[in-house]
C-alpha cells in the first residue's frame, strides 16, 4: 500500500508538470522557469537543471491548478508520447436588450478550438454577430478563422491562415484573406503568454451587384495584395481570478485595383477583462473596434469614408 501511495503521488506529478522537448531528442518533464537565455527544470523527486533555449525544441507549461485562467486541455495522447496531441476550447455568448426611444437587441457568439502537439498547432476560431432595431435587422454576420502553425524552434513559428467574414447584409458581403508568415512567441508561461505575426497575403473581396460597383471596379470582386502586423495576449493579474487580455492586427494595402475606391488600412482589434467564477466558468468585457481607413476619390476630390465601429460586451463563457 506504502508502495502504491507512492506511485500515485509520482502520477500526479508527472500530469501536471511542464514538458521540455530537446532538440537531441530527449524529454524533461517538472516545473519550469523561464528567463531570455534559458529554461530552469525542477524535478518533482528535487533537483533541478538549466537548460539553454538553444537547445530547446520546443516546450509546453501546464497551467497552475487552481484558479485556472486560461484552457486546461484535454490530452488526447499519453503525456508520454512525445508528439502527443492536446485539445483546447472555449465559447462565449452574450445578449444585450435595449429599449429607449428604439427597441435594440443584439446577440453575439464566438468560440475557439486549439489541437496542439509539439511540432504543431491547428487553430479554428468563430463569430457570428446578430442585431435588430425595431424588429429590423440591421447586422447579421459571421466570421471563421482556421489557422496551421509550425514551430520552428522554441519561439519561431510559420503561420498559414484563412480569414472568412460573411456579411449578410452589406453590399461588401464576402472578404477572405488567405495569409502566410512569420510569428513569435514572447512569453509562454502560467501567468502570460504573448505572441507577435507578420504576415503577408491578398484579401479578395465580393460585392452584391450594384452598378456603382461595376462602375469603380469593373466587376463585382476585386483582390488587394496586403501585409499584417497581429498580436495575442493575455496575463493574469498576480494570483486573482482576473485576466488581462488583448488581440488584432494590423493591415496594410499594398496595391489597390480600382483608382476611385482606395483602401489604406485596416485596424481590427479586441481588448478585455476575463474573470473566473470558477475553473471553467469565466465572466467577461470587451471592447472591439474595426476600422477601414478608405476614401473615394471622384473627379480630383477625395472623400473620406467613416467605417469605424467599436462594440463593447459582456459576456459568459467557458474553456477546457
Known amino acids: ?55 530547446v525544441a520546443r516546450w509546453r507549461a501546464q497551467l497552475a491548478p487552481a484558479p485556472t485562467l486560461s484552457k486546461k486541455g484535454v490530452t ?29 437587441n443584439s446577440l453575439g457568439a464566438k468560440g475557439k478550438l486549439g489541437l496542439e502537439n509539439p511540432d504543431w498547432r491547428n487553430t479554428l476560431s468563430a463569430s457570428y454577430d446578430y442585431d435588430t432595431t425595431n424588429g429590423q435587422t440591421t447586422e447579421h454576420k459571421y466570421h471563421i478563422e482556421p489557422s496551421i502553425d509550425y514551430f520552428l524552434s522554441d519561439r519561431w513559428f510559420w503561420r498559414n491562415r484563412i480569414d472568412y467574414q460573411y456579411d449578410m447584409l452589406a453590399l461588401g458581403y464576402l472578404e477572405v484573406d488567405i495569409n502566410s508568415g512569420a510569428g513569435y512567441r514572447v512569453w509562454k508561461e502560467k501567468q502570460r503568454q504573448l505572441e507577435f505575426l507578420l504576415l503577408g497575403g491578398a484579401r479578395q473581396a465580393y460585392w452584391r451587384p450594384d452598378p456603382r460597383i461595376q462602375m469603380l471596379f469593373g466587376s463585382n470582386q476585386a483582390t488587394y495584395p496586403i501585409i499584417s502586423a497581429g498580436w495575442d495576449y493575455r ?14 492586427q494590423y493591415i496594410d494595402y499594398l496595391d489597390q485595383p480600382s483608382p476611385y475606391l482606395v483602401f489604406d488600412k485596416t485596424v481590427d482589434t479586441e481588448v478585455g477583462l476575463r474573470y473566473y467564477l470558477s475553473d471553467h466558468l469565466r465572466l467577461s468585457w470587451s471592447s472591439q473596434l474595426e476600422w477601414d481607413d478608405a476614401y473615394l476619390m471622384w ?22
Do not use: C
Not at 500500500?1 to 508527472?14: D, K, S
Open 1 to 55: 500500500m506504502r508502495f502504491l501511495a507512492v506511485l500515485l503521488l509520482l502520477l500526479t506529478h508527472t500530469a501536471l508538470a511542464d514538458v521540455i522537448w530537446l532538440k537531441n531528442g530527449d524529454r524533461l518533464t517538472g516545473e519550469v522557469h523561464a528567463d531570455e537565455k534559458s529554461l530552469t527544470l525542477t524535478f518533482a523527486f528535487g533537483g533541478s537543471v538549466t537548460v539553454p533555449r538553444s537547445e
Open 235 to 248: 496575463q493574469r493579474i498576480m494570483d486573482s481570478r482576473l485576466e488581462i487580455y488583448s488581440e488584432g
Open 76 to 104: 488526447l495522447a499519453s503525456d508520454t508520447a512525445e508528439h502527443g496531441w492536446h485539445l483546447t476550447g472555449s465559447g462565449d455568448l452574450n445578449m444585450k436588450l435595449k429599449q429607449n426611444t428604439s427597441q435594440t
Open 299 to 320: 473627379q480630383g476630390q477625395k472623400y473620406p469614408i467613416d467605417s469605424k465601429e467599436w462594440r463593447h460586451s459582456l459576456s459568459l463563457g467557458a474553456s477546457f
